[in-house]
């Protein structure tokens, strides 16, 4: 392991999530908040990390940007592994700071929680009223979001061209699915291509958000919290406080578009749209969407639920819209429906969005290749003798990459039992079994609101330090694809 190597790649992730402050700096600035000066401690304090990184990794100021560039460029999958895993702490431990300084939250473990939720585009969140926190602080809140959502670490390659050929390490280590899709020959340019179809939606849902009435400040907001599949809103009622039905069909329309896999978005936009449309994955995740809006629609106009017919299709859209991408946002208080519906809601959640997209959960991809792996071994004991393949968009899937889906399968709900058991042994007796299971649940995920103590009207203001920590480590891990987390815990990760 190249130590000093990871250590100064850090320092640069947290040079930029320091620098990434200013932008904040402008709102508390121009409101002349409070927070302000936390944000200018806050980024002195970055920079100090980020110098101390470097330092240790025995980096030199006049080298920054043209030091030993073959050496970066052997930057191997262990190295990757370790720099994407402690990024995102280091980011998060940093991106606390305002909260802290400018007296918002009352503990740097609320600070931390609320930081972690907000870079992994978890939406959970333990501030309880929200519209009394400065619009610096609630912008900081809202660019963790869209921060995280396309990734820290492509962020970085796409601005720090000098990590070369070990880019494409990182590149494999973060973003989310069981097979990263370079669009263009070099990692640089798949990353420029990524963050420009990202800022492309930003900008294009912002706009249809201020059409329908919203200001300048909040449709910026919660157009980072939709493509990023974050769920920070600037009111306490999230999306719900707007009452508008223009306002929430276009909020479902943007958080369905940013659960498809962003390399199919790049392929319309280019002009490859019957190709992008043919994708397996994407018709199984638009046929979900659809199937489980009808059903749960039905069951909201015929128990009276939700007033009239569109109310309820609208309502039922948003909700399976919000919760299969794994966003957040809510536009009724879903608590209330019926059982079932919940439950429907519960199961999107654990499918999350397709690879490739800011959603979480297991990922469309993995689903469906799972229920094939359960219809090919249905075949072969029909027909001991056959050698039947499972296949995606034509293409036969390697017996190593259903063994890693299964793996991962397996794994994620093993992370769901010992995190659920964690939070019950240390949440002093204020949490019971469908809240553990729940909190566990949409924590890993990285949905955010949840059901019961955890649902639509509630947050994670109440529950106990080492519960926010239990469910930081779930967030993190979620937003990681599990992998890099536990490789952080595995010890011949650290060794030669």
């Known amino acids: 392991m190249k130590f000093r190597l990871v250590l100064r790649v850090l320092a640069f992730i947290s040079l930029v999530v320091s620098i990434c402050m200013v932008f904040p700096m402008i709102w508390s600035a121009i409101d002349a908040g ?23 990794g025995g980096g030199k100021i006049g080298e920054i940007f043209f030091e030993r560039r073959k050496e970066y460029e052997e930057l191997g999958i262990r190295e990757a592994f370790a720099v994407v895993g402690l990024s995102w702490v280091i980011a998060a431990a940093v991106g606390a700071l305002p909260y802290v300084l400018a007296g918002c939250l009352p503990s740097y473990t609320d600070a931390f929680f609320e930081t972690v939720s907000g870079f992994t585009t978890t939406g959970a969140t333990v501030i309880t009223d929200v519209e009394a926190v400065p619009r610096g602080l609630l912008f900081w809140r ?19 061209p000098f990590l070369g050929v070990g880019g494409m390490e990182l590149y494999k280590a973060e973003v989310p699915g069981p097979t990263p899709e370079k669009l263009t020959p070099r990692v640089q340019q798949t990353a420029l291509c990524l963050w420009g179809v990202y800022v492309f939606l930003t900008a294009l849902e912002t706009a249809f958000l201020m059409f329908g009435g919203m200001d300048l400040f909040e449709s910026l907001i919660h157009a980072f919290s939709t493509i990023s599949t974050g769920g920070f809103s600037t009111r306490n009622a999230s999306v719900a406080a707007y009452g508008s039905a223009y306002i929430e069909w276009v909020i479902t329309f943007f958080m369905v578009a940013s659960g498809v896999n962003f390399a199919l978005h790049f392929l319309f936009l280019t ?94 991809v993995r689903v469906l290749l799972l229920l094939r792996c359960i219809g090919l ?21 390697s017996s190593r990459a259903l063994s890693a889906v299964l793996a991962f399968f397996t794994l994620y709900v093993a992370i769901l039992v010992v995190a659920t058991l964690a939070a019950l042994a240390t949440g002093q007796g204020k949490l019971d079994m469908v809240t553990a299971v729940f909190g566990a649940v949409v924590t890993l ?5 949840g059901l019961g103590h955890l649902g639509a009207v509630e ?33 011949p990760t650290w060794t030669r």
């Open 34 to 56: 409070a927070d302000f000066g936390a944000f200018v401690l806050s980024l002195l304090c970055g920079v100090g990390v980020s110098f101390a990184l470097f330092t240790l």
């Open 142 to 160: 809202g660019m963790t979001h869209w921060l995280g959502g396309m990734g820290i670490i492509v962020l970085s390659l796409a601005v720090l």
């Open 271 to 364: 002009g490859f749209c019957g190709k992008a449309l043919r994708d397996e994955e994407f018709r199984f995740y638009a046929g979900i969407c659809l199937f489980s809006t009808a059903v749960v629609a039905a069951m909201l106009w015929g128990g009276a639920y939700l007033s009239g017919l569109e109310h309820a299709v609208r309502g039922a859209a948003f909700q399976v819209a919000s919760f299969i991408t794994t966003t957040g946002f809510v536009s009724e208080n879903y608590n209330l429906w019926p059982r079932f519906a919940r439950s429907i809601l519960m199961l999107l959640a654990f499918v999350g969005g397709c690879a490739g997209s800011t959603g979480g959960g297991l990922k469309v």
């Open 377 to 397: 071994e249905i075949q072969m004991l029909l027909h001991p003798r056959s050698v039947p393949h499972t296949r995606v968009n034509g293409t036969v899937v």
């Open 445 to 449: 995920s990285n949905v955010g609101p």
């Open 459 to 491: 947050n994670y203001a109440w529950l106990p330090d080492a519960v926010k920590w239990i469910f930081s480590l779930c967030m993190l891990a979620g937003r990681l694809e599990l992998y890099p987390i536990l490789l952080l815990l595995y010890p």
